[in-house]
């Protein structure tokens, strides 16, 4: 049984702030896709409201990232102050053994003249 004691904040930080980027990358295509129908649905009125879709579109993975880091490192934090409290989250860990890859071996001459 071993026990997580406290985590490395930047490093949650930055994990956070990568996944947020890739749900912004997600959410910037799903607001462009329905811009895209809006213009399709009103072909003759003004079109800047797009812009702003795109606009949000463009900005969207990195705000996301920014505040996926910021609450990387907050969550961070507080499992850091509440583990010293309450002593950490207890795992059973299990070792398994790695596969190894054995390469085929060369064909022998006589294999080949067959």
């Keep these: 049984m071993v026990r997580l004691r406290s985590l490395d904040v930047i490093s949650c930080a ?22 895209l129908v809006g213009l399709a649905a009103a ?27 910021v609450a990387g490192a907050i969550s961070a934090l507080l499992y850091n102050w509440i583990a010293s409290i309450a002593g950490g989250i207890k795992m059973e860990l299990e070792t398994v053994p790695v596969p190894q890859f054995v390469p085929p071996s ?8 067959m």
């Design 14 to 35: 930055k994990i956070y702030g990568i996944m947020h980027f890739i749900i912004g990358i997600l959410l910037a295509l799903f607001f462009v896709l329905i811009g």
């Design 43 to 69: 072909p003759g009125r003004q079109k800047f409201g797009m812009i702003g879709v795109l606009v949000f579109a463009a900005l969207a993975p990195f705000l996301y990232a920014v505040f996926g880091f």
């Design 106 to 113: 060369a064909p022998l001459a006589a294999d080949l003249a």
